[in-house]
């Protein structure tokens, strides 16, 4: 296989900026979406994309952390690769979702809170394995955590697949698999932000191969 032109272990400045613009365009759009003056809301409207923007950059990251990590990557590093993903994610999401739960509990102990008292009938949906949960069963704060069910998806996804499509010496399983993920977004099999993987990959090769396709 032919090695990345350029191989970086390093943080990459562009990206740290555009995810701090992507954190702060989603927080002031969770802010704002609920404030009584219409200016106020127009300013945040256009937050959430930051999302689709960590979809994008985690499409360019995680191949580029894959080839710089490791100098062959096989199917059989794919374990390896994955306790790395888990460990990365999984200590901050189990936090969230205890402090969201207390806060819960704490609030539905003021007087005068208009909702539930209790845990009866609160799902976790995906719970503590960061799974994508088509149905639709997450509660409470995993709902506002479905991104990442998606986000976790993609890293099984590509930790598979990643020996064939980041082959610069055989382009074709990289066509094959954009095609297929663009053909059931655009089937709505998948959801629409599985093609923005598809482009932070693209960026990828373009990063590491000097070209796109």
Do not use: K
């Amino acid at each position: 296989m032919t090695e990345p032109s350029a191989r970086m272990t390093g943080r990459i400045t562009i990206v740290e900026y555009l995810r701090g613009l992507a954190a702060l365009s989603v927080a002031w759009f969770h802010v704002t979406n609920t404030h009584p003056h219409d200016w106020v809301r127009w300013s945040g409207s256009f937050g959430w994309l930051g999302v689709d923007v960590f979809f994008v950059i985690s499409g360019f990251v995680i191949p580029l952390s894959i080839s710089s990590t490791y100098d062959r990557y096989s199917i059989r590093q794919f374990p390896q690769f994955m306790a790395r993903r888990v460990v990365r994610l999984e200590p901050p999401y189990l936090i969230s979702i205890a402090l969201a739960l207390g806060l819960w509990q704490l609030s539905s102990m003021v007087p005068g809170f208009p909702g539930a008292n209790s845990f009866g009938g609160c799902r976790a949906g995906s719970g503590p394995f960061l799974l994508p949960d088509p149905l639709h069963a997450l509660r409470l704060v995993t709902a506002r955590l479905l991104e990442l069910g998606w986000e976790f998806a993609f890293y099984i996804t590509i930790g598979l697949l990643f020996p064939l499509i980041g082959n610069p010496d055989n382009s074709v399983p990289w066509y094959a698999c954009a095609a297929l993920i663009l053909g059931l977004t655009a089937a709505h099999v998948l959801p629409a932000r599985a093609g923005l993987f598809v482009m932070g990959m693209g960026v990828y090769r373009l990063v590491a191969f000097n070209r796109l396709l």
